[in-house]
């Protein structure tokens, strides 16, 4: 634990949950009546979460508030690389948290830095990823900083004990004892994890999904929508062109409703665990499905692979935390140069909770009828027997060689 002696001023990274409201008093209490500088970064979590925020952390006794807009940052420095690389980690999790936690992480470090803290504190539990990667953050941005993580330090084990903590103080929370689900938001997904959620023998509960349609109950008739690229990055929706956020926001109205983005996920935790989360994540599923059809018709064959190979590579580092580091930032040179020419258009159809791609154009397709056809060709097939014979020839050799032993 941090000594209370070097702590004058902290700066939280705020959320104004039930743990970040309950670390303002307990760094006041346990560090001599410290300032407590609260910043929170807008990712597009909803003004239901950040109005009044100000207001609430002044009333838990923080000495500042500031919520400082990065839904721009957000999307065109983080997200959208990972959907140029098509990043998941463990094949499923679009990565929605990892993804904002850098962002976030350096919007307090700015923050820190000007009003002059003298320490970094978040509100990360001690068996989670996140502290991983506020911290690795912090570390890139702000080395010389004092780390403090209440959740490793405090004698709180539960939400509950959390709860009567606040109850205690006057801390006014959302959370209840009956429904103690812990969600992130931002543009690109939500997360629900707690409660019944926990148990990964537990089907789950109806009440948890908030933004996508129980695909049983989606329309009975597809929808489609048509979205645009440019290099790699989404720039339109059904011809119109939209920035970042307002195009993520359309792409999650249009495609909600139809019960796509669902995902219901045990995943490693970096930290060793297993541990049972769900995620809906609409209009991230759609640009997914419609620039892997882009790439397919724009990249040649060895490009693709190789993209492929590193997304498994890039997503790890995404969640793992590591998105200020060299490899990090060399991946994503490889793959905006790789999606140089992926620009143009896919039409994907939503029905009961899937997205398909039905259809990709583009000018710089590398598809070509005159090679592809089954009809009269360019292409000479007699070609093909010189190459078989070459390409199976160490096979004819090892054969031939068990035959002569």
């Not at 500031?66 to 721009?72: H, P, Q």
């Not at 690389?85 to 999790?93: C, D, I, L, T």
């Not at 598809?367 to 014979?389: M, N």
């Amino acid at each position: 634990m941090v000594k209370k002696g070097d702590v004058k001023s902290v700066a939280l990274a705020y959320s104004g949950g039930l743990d970040t409201s309950i670390i303002i008093p307990w760094l006041k209490e346990h560090y001599d009546g410290c300032q407590v500088h609260t910043t929170c970064g807008d990712v597009g979590q909803g003004d239901d979460e950040l109005a009044g925020l100000e207001e609430k952390a002044r009333a838990s006794g923080a000495a500042s508030c500031r919520i400082v807009d990065c839904r721009r940052e957000f999307l065109e420095e983080v997200v959208w690389p990972c959907v140029m690389s098509r990043a998941v980690y463990e094949r499923r999790y679009l990565l929605g948290t990892s993804m904002a936690r850098p962002i976030l992480a350096r919007a307090q470090v700015d923050y820190a830095l000007e009003v002059g803290a003298d320490s970094l504190c978040h509100g990360c539990t001690g068996k989670g990823n996140d502290q991983v990667r506020f911290e690795l953050a912090y570390q890139a941005l702000a080395p010389d900083l004092t780390v403090i993580a209440p959740w490793r330090d405090w004698e709180i084990r539960s939400r509950e004990e959390a709860l009567a903590y606040a109850n205690e103080r006057g801390i006014p929370v959302t959370a209840t004892r009956e429904k103690l689900y812990s969600r992130d938001r931002n543009l690109w997904h939500i997360s629900h994890e707690g409660g019944d959620i926990e148990d990964p023998g537990n089907a789950p509960p109806d009440d948890a999904w908030m933004l996508t349609a129980d695909p049983k109950q989606a329309p009975d008739q597809p929808a489609t929508v048509r979205v645009g690229f440019e290099r790699g990055v989404p720039i339109s929706i059904d011809g119109a062109a939209l920035d970042a956020a307002a195009l993520l926001t359309r792409l999650n109205e249009t495609a909600a409703p139809h019960g796509v983005g669902r995902i219901n996920v045990l995943e490693n935790r970096l930290v060793g665990m297993k541990s049972r989360g769900l995620y809906e994540t609409p209009g991230g599923t759609v640009l997914y499905e419609a620039i892997s059809g882009l790439q397919a018709l724009v990249l040649d064959r060895d490009t693709l692979h190789t993209l492929e190979t590193l997304a498994h590579r890039f997503a790890e580092l995404v969640y793992n935390g590591k998105w200020f580091c060299p490899e990090r930032e060399a991946l994503e040179a490889f793959f905006r140069k790789a999606n140089e020419h992926v620009t143009g258009e896919v039409t994907v159809e939503l029905y009961k909770g899937s997205a398909t791609a039905l259809a990709a154009t583009s000018p710089f397709t590398l598809f070509r009828d005159d090679l592809a056809t089954f009809g009269d060709s360019s292409y000479r097939q007699k070609d093909a027997e010189g190459f078989i014979r070459l390409y199976g020839l160490p096979l004819r050799v090892a054969a031939e060689r068990r035959t002569d032993s």
